[in-house]
Structures are given as structure tokens and as C-alpha cells.
DNA sequence: TTCATTTTGGTCAGAAAAAGTCAAATTTTA
DNA sequence: TAAAATTTGACTTTTTCTGACCAAAATGAA
């Protein structure tokens, strides 16, 4: 059994147990398993995405942790389906298609929908290059509709 | 627990108690908390800045202290002195200590709090270069509170 | 008053304690 | 065998903690 395998299980079982929150040593953790540290970064960062379902906070500096927040799905399976539906790269119009057709199901409060719009809009993304300013801008729509759901 | 948490959140409370303005003398709560003298400096300085809407005050010599005062401000005017004080570059720590302290103030609501902490978290923008994120970072903040205001 | 002593708080740099990044090397899978 | 997934470790960044030394205010003696 592969080591990542391992970690993710462990890591799937813990949240089962603590109710879908948990909060981790990166280092402790790697000793556990008999693995380097960056390698909890890259189980993390292969099973543990947004679009899986989850959300990362994590903190340096003594005291630092790794939080893994699994967010529900059976209710707002809409925005879930927005979601995924998002994909990879996202432009600035179907972003604003995507946000109003959330407001019109009044999944999005107004002041929720011009706050979004902001932050995903060409005014605010033009300091990044237009051949990766799409994928950033995916990222942001789904970590900003997945801290809704949170 | 680390100490600087447990040292700002008691001070927190105390400034709750106190109605906003806390007096204390750095070496004896040092002493209470077990740390050394200049960590007090440290939480202070690193929580209780004039951006995370505080003044401080001292006095040397004896019967010497530190005075925490907290500062209300009107609400569109506080917004605007954080879009100013973001600046053309903002890392994800400073993003998140803005935000906390307009959520503190009820500036914000829980919900945006949460939405506008997603779209300026290191995770939603890792496909940013490092030596531009914090300046992308800026303009997706400044965007989004504007459209608060707005 | 003047000035030395004591009592505070202030600064800063370095150590320590985490977590993050990235790309090369290896292993697995299709 | 070629591509994808995993493993590893060297290097970076952030946050906290500590202590040595500095500066200012109060106090008391000469």
C-alpha cells in the first residue's frame, strides 16, 4: 500500500470521526507515517482539493497547523454544481453568467453577488498575465463559492 | 496553545470587559504568562496595530504601563482606510487581519468574512507567481471592498 | 536643585519552530 | 515503454520566542 494511500485514509477516517474539521501537525504527521514532511503537501494537494470537497487553512511559526475542512454536499448542491461546472479556467463573462444566474435562484444574497464580481473581475485580476488569468480566476470563484457552502 | 494567542485573546477580553480600553504593566503579565518582557511588545505589535484598529500608549519609568485603546470609526470611512492601508501589495496574513477586524467591528457579515477571506487566500491563488500574488492579492482586496461601499 | 539610582518600557537581531515550494528521482499504471 | 503518480530533499518563508542592550521617568540623597 502506497504511503499517500495511507495518509489520505487516515486523514478521510479522522474527519469522519471529528465531524468533517480537522487539524493536523504537518510534521508530527509525517513522522507518523515514515515519510518527509512535504509529502502531507502533496497528498493534500492531489486528494484533498476543492473540487473534492474540502477546504485548507494552514498556519507557519511554532504553533502552526494544517486544517482540513470537508464542506457539506447535500445542501447547496446548486452552488456544488457551479462548482464543478467551473472547471479549470474560467473567463470574466461566464463568471458573471455563473454569478447572476446564482443571484436570480437567490443563491447569492445582492451585496454577496457585487462582492464576487469584484473579486473575480478584469479590474481586479489585470496584474496577472491573460495566459494564466483564467485559471486563477477559476480558483478564486470556487474557493469563494465553497466558503458559502462552509 | 501558543503564548501570543493566549496573551491576545486575554487582552481581547479584558478590552471587552473594559469597554475598549485596557491598561496594563508589561512585566508582571509577562510574569503571568511566562514569557519574557518583549513578548508582550510582540503581541502588541503584531495584533494590535493602529490598522487592526487600536492605539497604544505608554509610560516608562515607575508606575509605568502600556494603555490599549480601541478606535470606533464610521463604517464607509474605516473601508476606505483599509483600501488605503492595503496598498499596492498585501500578503495573505495582513489580508486576513483586515478582514477580522472589519468582522470584529460587524463592518462585514460572518458570510462575506468567509467569502472575501476564500477569494484572497494563498489556496485560491497559488497559481500565482510568488513575486506578483501579493500585488494581485491587493487588487482583488481593494476591489472587493469597494464594491462593498458601492 | 542636581544627579545618581531604580524602575519601567522599547528595540533589534538571532534562534527556533513550524509550513510552503519546486524539481529531480523513482515507482506505478495504462 | 510512455505517461502519470509518488517520493524525496534542498531551499524558502512565516511566525514566534528570547535575551542583550537601550531609553525614559520617578525618586531620593547631597
Redesign the pocket.
Known amino acids: 500500500m ?4 495511507l ?1 489520505a485514509a487516515f486523514l478521510l477516517d479522522s474527519l469522519e470521526k471529528a465531524d468533517g474539521l480537522v487539524e ?5 504527521l509525517a513522522q507518523q507515517f ?14 484533498f482539493t476543492p473540487e473534492h470537497g474540502y477546504i ?1 487553512e ?9 486544517r482540513i475542512r470537508r464542506v457539506k454536499q447535500d445542501k447547496n448542491v446548486h452552488i456544488m454544481h457551479v462548482v464543478n461546472a467551473v472547471g479549470n479556467r474560467l473567463n470574466a463573462m461566464n463568471a458573471e453568467v455563473f454569478l447572476r444566474n446564482m443571484l436570480d435562484y437567490s443563491y447569492l444574497t445582492p451585496q454577496l453577488f457585487r462582492v464576487m464580481r469584484a473579486a473575480v473581475s478584469d479590474n481586479a485580476l489585470s496584474a496577472i498575465p491573460l495566459d494564466c488569468r483564467d485559471t486563477v480566476r477559476a480558483e478564486i470563484m470556487k474557493h469563494m463559492l465553497l466558503s458559502v457552502i462552509a
Chains 1, 2 share one sequence.
Open positions: 502506497k504511503s499517500s494511500d495518509i493536523l501537525q504537518r510534521n508530527e515514515n515519510v518527509v514532511p512535504s509529502q502531507i503537501n502533496y497528498v493534500i494537494s492531489s486528494r485548507i494552514s498556519r507557519r511559526g511554532g504553533g502552526g497547523y494544517i
